[in-house]
């Protein structure tokens, strides 16, 4: 009858050694009460982070100049999610991951129009204005070959926007109801309004900020924040938090990634960092099946320093 | 009923299962491996004890609802205490890991408990990220929105919303922990009814 061989990084030798007093009731109770004593400490010593939220209403009023730009980006189509791509529009086939086209294949499940969702149908849910009524009249009546030409006509004198006596000013001609519209959005925001349209466009009821967060997320005002926050993703961004707080360290190879070549110049960097961490995820997962990987610990030795008492005994 | 037609049931083989893999001294064991001596054993009870502390504080989070610490210098305090215990779970968790790395602790029958216990971690990540966007406040609208590129770029985005507060609050408070916590069960059980992994053999030569 054959034996298998004793494989040292798969099988364990059989311990028939001594045996010590061990409460592992009395060591849980310990552990919890030394642990939610150094947590009380913590929390008394050093609180935690609440930044206010922003809102529409206070970025608009904090950078109105800011604000009526994303405004016409999101008309022009020029803002981050107006060329986002899957799950919230097609205007971009996302990124790749060799041949794969992860995000397009998922296809668009969260739709977002960034002219209809974040300019035309908040003002419309306006109260009656003769101008924005006339203004949105004639938009909707337009062609979308004269809504082109009037935003492209904005569109070329807003590198000179100016903001003064409540009034957004570009020097642009043929630029059709856009003025109106922008100027209106603009107030709008100022107002609080616009933040409360985005939120409750679905209905009475909503725990959805998707609408809000991205057109936030198109201006400058909140990452400008952020940068002083230093949140930036070239700071590490994602992994820390306002004020000075650990945050998700536990996130660091996943940040880490973002920092280095090639990853820190490329156009696929979110989905080949995610693929990256997901196969490192696996090896970790899989460490006990992969010759090689499990024999680490037992070549390293490091083991000795754990057992050390065993090992000197 | 006959002893065999009882013997057959379901629920007494379940029993005997049960009790067969992991009878009383197992489970509450009141000795262990003189081997099992080291500072490096603390991080895994470490770990429970964090993790009580988290659901502790988040169920008081929980009673008073999302908004509530940002109004409430009690909310606050409690808000600090779920962060705090939170740093702690993730540090002595990690710690645990390496720990267990380096003493190869699936040898001997024991990679499922390895294995649990990698899906934990990765389970507590998400649990973690969950609650960062979930915190209604400035921070969770950066990492939120920041976050979504990356998880977008995979599709995932597609059903997993991280700009839908609604729908992350409930990823954070039930599906996670409820994953988290069943994992941590099944990973605590596997090291009792495996035990804890001995020694290797090395020049001292066959365990004693």
Not at chain 1, 25 to 45: D, F, K, Q, S, Y
């Amino acid at each position: 009858m054959s034996t298998k061989p004793f494989r040292p990084d798969v099988d364990a030798p059989k311990y028939e050694g001594k045996y010590t007093p061990y409460d592992i009731i009395r060591e849980g109770t310990i552990a919890i009460v030394v642990v939610g004593l150094l947590v009380i400490l913590l929390a008394t010593l050093f609180g935690s982070p609440d930044e206010r939220a922003i809102t529409i209403k206070t970025w608009s009023n904090a950078d109105p100049i800011d604000f009526a730009t994303t405004a016409l980006g999101e008309l022009n189509g020029t803002t981050i999610t107006a060329q986002y791509g899957a799950p919230y529009n097609t205007a971009a086939p996302g990124q790749n991951l060799g041949p794969l086209k992860l995000a397009q294949f998922a296809g668009v499940t969260i739709p977002v129009n960034t002219v209809r969702d974040f300019v035309i149908a908040p003002l419309t849910s306006q109260p009656y204005n003769k101008n924005l009524s006339a203004a949105l009249s004639q938009w909707k009546g337009a062609s979308a070959a004269q809504q082109s030409s009037w935003v492209s006509n904005y569109t070329k004198g807003a590198s000179k926007m100016t903001w003064s006596n409540g009034t957004i000013t570009v020097p642009a001609t043929n630029t059709g109801p856009v003025p109106t519209m922008i100027n209106s959005l603009t107030a709008m925001a100022r107002s609080g309004a616009l933040d409360q349209a985005l939120v409750t466009g679905g209905g009475f009821y909503t725990t959805n900020y998707t609408k809000p967060l991205l057109f936030v997320a198109d201006g400058t005002y909140l990452a400008n924040l952020a940068q002083k926050q230093h949140l930036l993703g070239s700071q590490w961004g994602m992994m820390n938090e306002t004020g000075s707080y650990p945050g998700q360290a536990w996130l660091w190879l996943y940040t880490f990634w973002y920092q280095v070549s090639p990853f820190s110049s490329s156009s696929n960097a979110d989905v080949q960092v995610s693929a990256l961490m997901g196969l490192l995820s696996l090896l970790l997962l899989l460490v006990p099946f992969i010759p090689g990987l499990r024999s680490i610990p037992r070549k390293v030795k490091i083991y000795r320093l754990i057992w050390r008492e065993y090992y000197h005994s | 009923m006959s002893t065999a037609e009882i013997e057959r049931q379901w629920t007494t083989r379940l029993r005997k299962r049960v009790a067969g893999h992991l009878p009383p001294e197992k489970l509450l064991p009141d000795t262990q491996p003189a081997y099992v001596s080291s500072w490096i054993y603390v991080f895994g009870v470490t770990t429970i004890a964090a993790l009580t502390m988290v659901i502790l504080s988040g169920i008081i989070l929980a009673i008073r609802g999302p908004q509530w610490w940002h109004s409430s210098s009690i909310g606050h305090f409690i808000n600090s205490t779920h962060l705090w215990s939170v740093e702690i779970f993730f540090f002595a968790m990690i710690v645990h890991l390496w720990g267990k790395f380096f003493m190869a602790a699936w040898r001997g029958g024991r990679s499922l408990t390895w294995v649990t216990g990698v899906v934990t971690f990765l389970a507590s990540v998400g649990t973690a990220f969950t609650g960062y966007v979930s915190q209604t406040n400035f921070d969770s609208q950066w990492i939120s929105t920041q976050a979504k590129d990356g998880i977008n770029a995979t599709g995932v985005g597609s059903i997993f919303n991280v700009l839908n507060l609604g729908q992350m609050l409930m990823w954070h408070i039930v599906l996670l922990p409820l994953a988290a916590v069943l994992l941590t069960t099944i990973h605590v059980l596997l090291v009792r009814v495996k035990g804890v992994v001995p020694p290797f053999e090395d020049e001292k030569g066959a365990t004693k």
